[in-house]
């Protein structure tokens, strides 16, 4: 998420539900943890100065390992072209701001289930 305050709520929200969090804070530092460990979900919250989230679903298929990844976007963008693109993209989930962090919770809870 693009603020401190927003990526801590979510963490709680998130551990609450009793998911093993980690919160980088860049996309390149997601990368960079995603070569590293590979996680049951991905939460990407691509924020204005951040990369385009169909640029950053490419570079993480791209990882070794990381394809199958579950993965929701969190954007600004809310619209139906918008929701097909990410999705056309290689995202399972697209959440538009603001978040219910509690129902993304759940959402993320739900894909990682679903892998297994």
């Not at 009793?18 to 960079?32: E, K, Q, R």
């Not at 538009?96 to 919770?105: A, E, H, K, N, Q």
Request: aromatic content about 2%.
């Amino acid at each position: 998420m693009d603020d401190v305050e927003s990526r801590e709520l979510l963490r709680a929200a998130l551990e609450h539900a009793g998911a093993l969090v980690s919160v980088p804070a860049s996309a390149d530092s997601a990368l960079a943890a995603l070569e590293a460990v590979r996680p049951d979900a991905l939460l990407a919250d691509v924020g204005d100065t951040d990369e385009q989230p169909a640029t950053l679903i490419t570079r993480v298929h791209a990882l070794p390992g990381c394809a199958e990844i579950p993965s929701i976007v969190v954007t600004a963008d809310g619209g139906c072209d918008a929701r097909r693109r990410l999705l056309d993209a290689g995202y399972h989930e697209h959440v538009r701001r603001p978040v219910d962090v509690w129902g993304l919770s759940q959402v993320v809870v739900s894909l990682a289930e679903r892998r297994g």
